[in-house]
Every structure is written in structure tokens, then in C-alpha cells.
């Protein structure tokens, strides 16, 4: 059995296995990681998610997300597999009001409200670049855990904006496709 704590893999006998890393962020800024945040995402099977690999990596894209740090000193809200090279549909979320972020595997949006709420938004894949977004304020999504059980969950405001926003990445679409004037 496998415990992880603060980002480190044990053993239940406690030798530590491997540590979680830093996981490189593709950008627009090179034709080929480009040409990768335009695929669009496996779905991931669920025997997959209970392997040993998968749950390194997403212990690695959520320790990516905890630690990245743009050059213009913003952090990151949301971080979506395809992001870090993996063309799988997987993303995680920063909860709203915490420092948790939320793993969602295979998501599929609803939209509770058609309601649209323009903000601005920036991408940790299109650097130094920020535009106004129409986003639904009202969501709900079907999703696995990082455990492979099946969620289900509304989210708003906020919560709501960073999963559209991750989700697109799954669709190969970026922010900058949705700009609004």
C-alpha cells in the first residue's frame, strides 16, 4: 500500500519511492508544444488511474500547479494535463477560498445557468498575455477522482470560470480563442 504525503511517495514498510517534480509548462511560445496544447485529450480508462504511474503523475501536475510562478508573479488557479505534455483528460482546480487543488479526471460539463460572465483571465501556456472571457456562471460537472469514483458537483462564479477554462485545454482551446471585445 501506498501512502503520499506533502508530495512524497512511501511504502508502507517507509522507504520513500519518489518525490513529486516540477513539471515542465508547454507555451505558445514554441511551434511544437503549440501544435500539442491544440490535441485533444484521451479519456482516461479507469484501471489507469488506479496504476501507480498515473498517481505520480497527478501528484506531479498538482505539485506543478502548487509551485509554478509566472514572470509576472501570478500563480496558478488550475493546470490541465495537456499543459505539462500528457494529452490525457485530466485537470486540476484551485478550491475557491483554500490552497487545495481538486483533481477531476473525464469531466463533462453542464450548464446550470446560460448566464455569461465576461472577466479576464490569463494562461500559464500563453505568456505575458491577458483578455476578457465570456465564461457561464453556473456549472455542473460529472468527473472521476484521483481515486477513479464518480463525482458529481455544481460550481459558480469563480470555481466555474477555472473548469471552462481547464476544460477547453482538453478540447485543444485556448482562452485566447474566446477573447470578446
Do not use: W
Not at 490535441?39 to 479507469?46: E, L, T
Not at 460529472?142 to 455544481?154: E, P
Amino acid at each position: 500500500m501506498e501512502i503520499s504525503i506533502k508530495g512524497i511517495r512511501r511504502k508502507q514498510c517507509g522507504i520513500i519511492e519518489s518525490m513529486a517534480k516540477l513539471l515542465h509548462i508547454y507555451t505558445i511560445d514554441n511551434p511544437e508544444e503549440e501544435s500539442f496544447l491544440r490535441r485533444i485529450s484521451k479519456d482516461v480508462p479507469k484501471q489507469e488511474i488506479e496504476g501507480e504511474e498515473f498517481q505520480v503523475f497527478l501528484d506531479d501536475l498538482i505539485y506543478t500547479a502548487q509551485n509554478i510562478i509566472t514572470e509576472e508573479g501570478y500563480t496558478a488557479s488550475g493546470l490541465s494535463a495537456i499543459q505539462v505534455g500528457r494529452d490525457v483528460n485530466v485537470f486540476c482546480i484551485l478550491k475557491e477560498n483554500s490552497s487545495v487543488f481538486e483533481i477531476m479526471v473525464n469531466p463533462v460539463i453542464d450548464i446550470i445557468s446560460p448566464t455569461l460572465i465576461i472577466d479576464r483571465e490569463g494562461c500559464l501556456s500563453i505568456p505575458k498575455t491577458e483578455g476578457q472571457v465570456a465564461r457561464f456562471e453556473k456549472i455542473k460537472v460529472t468527473y472521476l477522482d484521483r481515486n477513479g469514483k464518480k463525482q458529481r458537483a455544481v460550481f459558480k462564479d469563480l470555481e466555474a470560470r477555472e473548469i471552462q477554462h481547464e476544460h477547453d485545454h482538453t478540447k485543444g482551446v485556448l482562452f485566447t480563442d474566446k477573447l470578446v471585445d
